[in-house]
């Protein structure tokens, strides 16, 4: 079974861009978790889809967006990008069955803005 | 809110020593606990999970953790570390009746294996 597919795996934009970041969540996942890590700050949680529906919200500025295709494929939007939007993000996908389910994490997309 | 806090961000250790990475979680409600790994340029990757029944949980490759409600505190060990141990571990909580499956993390503890 695959993994958690995210691509691009390394990008540089210029600041004031926009990028789009694309998760595949493990075949039968519907939620898909999205997560921004950076040395100073650590891991912190951007957003989390189920269903096509934005399910939970981190503290991160309306820059960051996010959706969910029906076939369960995630997609995060950054706009105007600063600096400090530099990060490894990471997206997790999970089963949805009974209390709790693991979370699987893909190997990160790695943003550095100049 | 939940946080959680790792207390030491680096622990160096001799190959075949003990290893102990500290973690205490703040939260006003029950929470699940878990201890994730993060191997050079990988994703994290689950290494332990308390959800509920004995607070001693141990993994497949020889670590253990233990679940101290009073103290609040989900410590890591590994009695005899091996090279292949060097990762960065992560400590995280998920509040048990919140629907998703958010995870509030600690800083995280860098482990540096030396022969």
């Known amino acids: 079974k695959a993994g958690v597919t995210q691509t691009p795996r390394y990008l540089i934009k210029t600041r004031g861009q926009q990028v789009t970041l694309s998760c595949s969540p493990i075949?039968?996942?519907?939620?898909v978790s999205w997560y921004q890590q950076t040395p100073g700050q650590g891991l912190q949680f951007l957003f989390e889809?189920?269903?096509?529906?934005?399910?939970n919200k981190g503290n991160f500025p309306g820059r960051f967006s996010g959706r969910q295709f029906s076939n369960s494929r995630s997609e995060m939007n950054v706009s105007t990008l600063e600096l400090g939007d530099s990060a490894l993000y990471l997206c997790?996908?999970?089963?949805?069955?009974?209390?709790?389910?693991?979370?699987?994490f893909g190997q990160g997309t790695r943003l550095t803005v100049v | 809110a939940q946080s959680v806090t790792q207390l030491d961000s680096q622990v160096p250790v001799f190959e075949e020593a003990p290893v102990e990475l500290r973690c205490n979680y703040s939260?006003?409600?029950?929470?699940?606990l878990f201890w994730y790994v993060q191997y050079p340029n990988q994703g994290l990757q689950l290494l332990l999970k308390?959800?509920?029944?004995?607070?001693l949980v141990k993994s497949i490759n020889g670590f253990e953790a233990e679940f101290n409600k009073s103290q609040t505190s989900f410590h890591l060990r590994k009695p005899s570390v091996h090279i292949s141990d060097t990762a960065e571990y992560f400590c995280?909580?998920?509040?048990?009746?919140?629907?998703?499956?958010?995870?509030?993390f600690g800083g995280g503890t860098r482990v540096l294996v030396k022969p």
């Open positions: 889809y189920f269903s096509e529906t934005q399910r």
């Open positions: 995280a909580v998920k509040v048990i009746k919140a629907a998703g499956n958010k995870l509030t």
């Open positions: 075949s039968g996942h519907r939620s």
């Open positions: 997790a996908s999970s089963l949805e069955q009974g209390r709790w389910t693991e979370a699987f």
């Open positions: 308390y959800l509920s029944g004995s607070t």
């Open positions: 939260s006003s409600v029950s929470v699940y």
